[in-house]
């Protein structure tokens, strides 16, 4: 019948459920049987595919076969000659069914490798081919599951066999008589050279199997060892170099995937605070009124009074709070130009030095020469005040805020700014850009700083980016395209 899909390949099937690479024999056409190997491609500890190679027993791989060992070789499936190294159509139909019936005669586990090893050989067959006449062992070839897919035929010709059995005679003889002892100095050499190398390749062999893409064969060598060892190197350098696309490519489609989500976050948040931020204002801004109109009117009262003043912070927290809505919602005025990032940083580092939190900051500044980019100087000012105050809450006992500017990977400006804070747990920095998220007390925050700034800075065309441990400090990093 038709082959199976590879994904339902017993050893696809063995690689899933065993987690590892995974090797057998399996029939890939009607008639065809093929050697293959299936091993788990994985990127950040999890299975991201699979990589199969495999080769099909075919009429080519039989002349390979007897050009390298001298045997003829037939493969056996379904009662039909599959592949073979002898020449198409001399072997007839009749000498293909006569063996496959006595190999149909055979128990299912008569022939299996245990009881070839302990027993008996496996069986034999005299087969005829045209004017010649060759002696086959028969051998089966069994799947992962451990059926029996096919029957591989190797053997001689009877000519062969006798011409060769008659040299072997005379050249024992010889050896025996004049050279054995030089033979078994020469043959220990000999054996040491070659063993040694096929030790070696056969250890860079199961390393690599075993999932180590970076284990190289080191044989420097001309013959045919030689260019198996170059062909595994290759054919691992390939491998590694796929892996590491595909786990590039994951880490760039999970962030860019985070990145579509938290836009849509903010546009649809966006649209709702302006609506929010526009029905609040007006009753905030009259409560604040009539407060302020009570505690004139009641200054001998000092309760009223104290009642009074609180009830006119809170609104004055609600105003402030509307207005960061504003800011977030607003759009952005048309027209941009051309800013110079240090003027923008400098803005920012002056309003901020006028605040207490600010007291004990130190700023060191690593200015490198970078061009201007675009945008709007004070929409760029406020986003990097805001990182700044956010690095000096982070030291409430003081410290140094590092400010550093030079070129991207990509071309662009990078803006840097690293503290001396308790940094950020893992868990809350990936929801520090969401607004309205905060970690200071009530009345201390609107948790809008941060989301602002995200915005302006993806309005055009630029990331920010937080790396951070706990106790270890902050890195906040802003990335803006050069368009002048």
């Known amino acids: 019948g038709e082959a199976a899909p590879h994904f339902l390949d017993v050893v696809f099937q063995e690689a899933v459920r065993g987690g590892g690479p995974a090797a057998g024999i399996d029939h890939c056409y009607p008639q065809g049987v093929c050697v293959q190997a299936v091993a788990p491609v994985r990127s950040g500890g999890e299975t991201a595919g699979y990589v199969r190679a495999a080769t099909r027993i075919d009429d080519g791989f039989a002349g390979r076969f007897s050009a390298l060992t001298g045997a003829e070789f037939l493969l056996l499936r379904n009662s039909r000659l599959a592949a073979g190294s002898i020449a198409a159509g001399a072997v007839s139909l009749r000498e293909i069914d006569r063996v496959s019936r006595g190999l149909a005669l055979l128990e299912p586990g008569a022939v299996s490798a245990d009881r070839q090893a302990a027993e008996a050989p496996p069986p034999s067959f005299n087969v005829k081919a045209g004017e010649e006449s060759y002696v086959f062992r028969a051998l089966p070839m069994r799947s992962a599951g451990g059926e029996v897919l096919a029957w591989k035929l190797i053997g001689r010709a009877s000519t062969g066999i006798v011409r060769a059995w008659r040299r072997a005679l005379w ?3 010889f050896i025996t008589l004049c050279i054995l002892p030089a033979g078994i100095l020469v043959g220990a050499g000999t054996a040491r050279r070659l063993t040694r190398p096929l030790r070696v390749l056969l250890e860079g062999v199961r390393r690599i199997t075993g999932g180590d893409l970076d284990a190289a064969i080191g044989l420097s060598r001309r013959d045919e060892i030689g260019g198996i ?6 054919m691992t350098r390939a491998l590694r170099d796929r892996e590491n696309r595909l786990r590039e490519a994951a880490v760039e489609l999970r962030r860019n995937q985070e990145q579509i989500i938290r836009s849509g976050k903010l546009s649809a948040i966006g649209e709702l605070a302006a609506g929010v931020a526009h029905e609040i204002g007006n009753p905030v801004s009259a409560i604040s009124g009539y407060a302020q109109l ?4 009641t200054a ?3 309760r009223a009074g104290e009642y009074l003043a609180e009830i006119e912070k809170e609104a004055d927290f609600i105003a402030r709070i509307i207005q960061d809505l504003l800011d977030f919602s607003r759009p952005a005025p048309p027209g941009v130009e051309s ?9 920012a580092l002056r309003t901020a030095s006028a ?3 600010f007291d004990r900051v130190e700023v060191v500044k690593e200015y490198d020469s970078v061009p201007a980019v ?9 986003v990097f005040l805001n990182l700044v105050l956010n690095a000096a809450q982070a030291m409430p006992g003081g410290g140094r805020l590092v400010v550093r500017t030079g070129r991207s990977a990509a071309g662009g400006v990078e803006i840097t700014f690293e503290d001396e804070g308790g940094g950020i747990a893992p868990e809350i ?3 520090i850009f969401e607004p309205f998220f905060t970690t200071k007390p009530p009345g201390e925050g609107t948790g809008l700083g941060l989301s602002i700034s995200y915005r302006i800075v993806e309005k055009y065309g630029g990331r920010i980016e937080v790396e951070s441990e706990p106790g270890r400090g902050s890195v906040f990093r802003v990335a803006l395209p050069v368009r002048y």
């Open 171 to 173: 050249t024992m003889l």
């Open 229 to 234: 060892a170059d062909a595994f190197n290759e």
């Open 294 to 297: 009570l505690r004139k009117k």
């Open 300 to 302: 001998g009262d000092p």
């Open 339 to 347: 800013v110079d990032v240090h003027d923008a940083v400098e803005t």
């Open 355 to 357: 605040l207490p939190a």
């Open 374 to 382: 675009t945008g709007r100087p004070e929409e760029l000012a406020q």
């Open 429 to 431: 920095r990936e929801r």
